[in-house]
């Protein structure tokens, strides 16, 4: 197999875990937006997930996120899924369409000051540690509810939604609780008087997405599964 059709399988394959997770809860696929994460993928790959029609990437780094979309056509979508610096918040801006790792107060003003110098209002998820892992980014729940008011009130930024990593597993079933917890923080916070939109659900990654679907992620976020067999990155 060439590595064009190698990755056209595992998109395949991709796809119909994605449309077998939706039958079962009744969803549409088109509700789940496919996040390629091409954190260690080659540029080739990249341009292969692209030629398949893929328009949505996630990068971990800032810099090789801004680099890469350098490369491609301005119709695709950069998420930024990685812990970010608040010294590279104007670097990344104008480049992504998501941050789904807003792990701090301090952050998110930081990143509502840049945007409002380039007039943008910056689309970011929030990102919470559900499981309470020492060396996880996020907020606790507790802190979320707390600083929800000052965050709905930052004027550049728009919280689109909340996103979670479950803990590492070789059971997907393990990171249910985790996912239904987000849904349920989600949820609650749509009861406070500032709510938002809160429509994103960023849940779920190679090992476990068609758990997140079913506890109502929009958007799921999947390297591995796409790039087996194409050797080392
Ligand atoms: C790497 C990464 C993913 C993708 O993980 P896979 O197991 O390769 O699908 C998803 N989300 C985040 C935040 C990541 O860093």
């Not at 696929?29 to 091409?38: M, N, S």
């Not at 499981?131 to 930052?154: I, Y």
């Amino acid at each position: 197999m060439t590595h064009h059709e190698q990755l056209a399988a595992n998109l395949d394959a991709v796809r119909q875990r994605i449309a077998a997770a939706c039958r079962r809860c009744e969803r549409a696929p088109a509700d789940v937006t496919l996040v390629a994460v091409t954190k260690y993928a080659d540029l080739d790959w990249v341009r292969g997930l692209y030629a398949l029609g893929l328009r949505d990437f996630g990068e971990s780094r800032p810099q090789q996120l801004v680099e890469r979309a350098a490369q491609f056509p301005a119709d695709v979508r950069w998420h930024l899924i990685g812990h970010l610096q608040r010294n590279k918040a104007a670097l990344v801006l104008p480049h992504v369409v998501t941050i789904h790792s807003v792990d701090s107060v301090r952050l998110a003003r930081q990143i509502s000051t840049d945007a409002g110098k380039s007039n943008l209002s910056a689309r970011v998820l929030l990102e919470v540690n559900v499981s309470g892992e020492e060396a996880k980014d996020g907020f606790s729940a507790q802190e979320l509810r707390a600083v929800w008011s000052e965050l709905h009130a930052l004027p550049h930024l728009r919280a689109e939604g909340l996103m979670t990593m479950a803990p590492l597993s070789d059971d997907m079933e393990s990171s249910r609780p985790v996912f239904r917890a987000l849904r349920n923080l989600r949820d609650e916070l749509l009861q406070f008087p500032d709510r938002s939109q809160l429509s994103q659900l960023s849940m779920g990654m190679s090992g476990d997405f068609e758990v997140g679907i079913e506890e109502g992620a929009t958007m799921i976020r999947v390297g591995s599964a796409l790039f087996e067999g194409l050797g080392e990155g």
